[in-house]
């Protein structure tokens, strides 16, 4: 299994995301967070189980579609994944760096 972390911009991500529904229910934002935060031991166990984002055609660089966001991840090597965003699919991709 390896070892996935989150950068910064994810962390970002999800706390405005849980900002965002905290607003209208408390229970739907605690819910919805940790249901995102639990796809961590299937992309550890599975890392190639995302698809490769379509808008960057690189391998490393995957997705798991997850309600309506898009859970961005890189496989570095076999031991070393980062979660790069959690991005919602209603905005293109292409308005933030991934990489940064």
């Known amino acids: 299994m390896a070892k996935v972390t989150w950068s910064p911009q994810a962390v970002e991500d999800i706390a405005h995301i849980a900002e965002f529904y905290f607003k209208t229910s ?23 189980i995302g ?23 890189c496989i570095f090597d076999e031991n070393r994944i980062s979660v790069l965003t959690v991005h919602t699919s209603s905005k293109p991709l292409t308005d933030i760096s991934l990489f940064d």
Do not use: G
């Open 26 to 48: 408390s229970n739907y934002a605690e819910n919805l967070i940790s249901s995102i935060f639990s796809k961590e031991e299937m992309i550890s166990t599975f890392p190639e």
């Open 51 to 73: 698809r490769i984002v379509p808008e960057l055609n690189n391998k490393s660089v995957r997705e798991i579609i997850f309600k309506n966001y898009r859970i961005i991840y």
